[in-house]
């Protein structure tokens, strides 16, 4: 049997969004087929998208890419162009983007919601913007795309360092945005054995209580920094995180290569969504 997560780790580079509460989603197979020809309406109306080629859009459902039973199922969407001369057909995968939820734990208020909070996209975001544009449309959803904090980047890389695998002298990256003073580079990038960074996580899980845990990591990463570099990246805001099985950047870019770091990312994402929608909700309980 396939492994439903493999439409994910067996790819490369994922653009995350937000997505909110979608409404008159359905996942029979006549709306499918309806959802698919209005995306593929909205392509074609774009010339700068549809010059030259002939334009699919396909919509499959995908029970299985779900954490839980109580998740809605899964969907896929895929556009691909189809190139024809006198010898051959020729058909191209340009957008391809997948919406799941993974056992978020948030209340429903209407049965008639469907709720899959993330969207993985890849492919060309000209394409991309115009099919988060029709979703929008057609569901009366946002579809925001994430950008990650320091503390969000942090969350990920312990949550991941929990379920990685990787030998202790494979490598750890982290990626620094460099003062605008240093002129001849906007990034910087320090690497440290896995089994450093591990040793330091465990010895602060070990000795503080879990909502330290963060801070006490990062503070002797810094100490450690210091003294093999001597660098001071207090002031340097953390722009991405890189281990041998798994990249987050802070623009919302993500790369995960097994299940279990595809858990640990989503797990992460779930805190911070909900995060988000309970101070949401707050703010409107206080209107």
Same mark, same amino acid.
């Given at each position: 049997?396939? /492994?439903p997560?493999?439409?994910?780790?067996? +790819? &490369?580079?994922w653009?995350?969004?937000?997505?909110?509460?979608?409404?008159?989603?359905?996942? %029979?197979?006549? @709306?499918?087929?309806?959802?698919?020809?209005?995306?593929?309406?909205?392509?074609?109306?774009?010339?700068?998208? %549809?010059?030259?080629?002939?334009?699919?859009?396909?919509?499959?459902?995908?029970?299985?890419?779900?954490? %839980?039973?109580? /998740? #809605?199922? &899964?969907?896929?969407?895929?556009?691909?162009?189809?190139?024809?001369?006198?010898?051959?057909?020729?058909?191209?995968?340009?957008?391809?983007?997948?919406?799941?939820? !993974? &056992?978020?734990?948030?209340?429903?208020?209407?049965?008639?919601?469907?709720?899959?909070?993330?969207?993985?996209?890849?492919?060309?975001?000209?394409?991309?913007e115009?099919?988060?544009?029709?979703?929008?449309?057609?569901?009366?959803?946002?579809?925001? #795309?994430?950008?990650?904090?320091q503390? /969000?980047?942090?969350?990920?890389?312990?949550?991941?360092?929990? @379920?990685d695998?990787?030998?202790?002298?494979?490598?750890l990256?982290?990626g620094?945005?460099?003062?605008?003073?240093?002129? $001849?580079?906007?990034?910087?990038?320090?690497?440290?054995? *896995?089994?450093?960074?591990?040793?330091? !996580?465990?010895?602060?899980?070990?000795?503080?209580?879990?909502?330290?845990?963060?801070?006490?990591?990062?503070?002797? *990463?810094?100490?450690?920094?210091?003294?093999?570099?001597?660098?001071?990246?207090?002031?340097?805001?953390?722009?991405?995180?890189?281990?041998?099985?798994?990249?987050?950047?802070?623009?919302?870019?993500?790369k995960?290569?097994?299940? +279990?770091? *595809?858990?640990?990312? $989503?797990?992460?994402?779930?805190?911070?969504?909900?995060? /988000? !929608?309970?101070?949401?909700?707050?703010?409107?309980?206080?209107?």
């Amino acid at each position: 049997m396939v /492994d439903p997560l493999a439409v994910i780790y067996n +790819e &490369g580079y994922w653009r995350v969004c937000n997505v909110s509460p979608m409404y008159r989603c359905h996942f %029979s197979e006549i @709306n499918i087929k309806r959802y698919s020809s209005k995306i593929r309406q909205d392509l074609a109306s774009d010339a700068g998208i %549809s010059s030259g080629s002939l334009l699919q859009v396909s919509i499959e459902n995908l029970p299985l890419l779900k954490y %839980s039973h109580e /998740d #809605p199922n &899964g969907l896929q969407i895929t556009v691909t162009t189809c190139h024809k001369n006198r010898f051959q057909t020729t058909n191209k995968e340009v957008y391809v983007a997948i919406l799941l939820g !993974w &056992g978020h734990g948030l209340p429903l208020s209407n049965q008639f919601i469907t709720f899959l909070p993330y969207m993985l996209e890849r492919g060309e975001k000209r394409v991309g913007e115009t099919v988060k544009n029709s979703l929008q449309l057609m569901f009366d959803c946002n579809i925001t #795309p994430f950008c990650f904090t320091q503390v /969000d980047l942090l969350r990920f890389l312990f949550e991941i360092l929990e @379920n990685d695998t990787s030998k202790s002298t494979d490598s750890l990256s982290l990626g620094y945005k460099l003062s605008p003073q240093v002129n $001849f580079s906007d990034k910087g990038t320090l690497t440290f054995d *896995i089994g450093d960074i591990r040793t330091i !996580w465990n010895r602060v899980k070990e000795y503080y209580d879990k909502h330290e845990q963060l801070f006490y990591a990062y503070n002797h *990463i810094k100490t450690q920094i210091n003294h093999a570099f001597q660098l001071d990246v207090t002031v340097l805001p953390l722009r991405e995180i890189a281990l041998p099985k798994a990249e987050v950047k802070s623009t919302g870019v993500v790369k995960m290569k097994t299940p +279990e770091i *595809i858990n640990a990312v $989503f797990t992460v994402l779930n805190k911070i969504y909900v995060v /988000d !929608w309970l101070q949401h909700e707050l703010l409107l309980n206080n209107l």
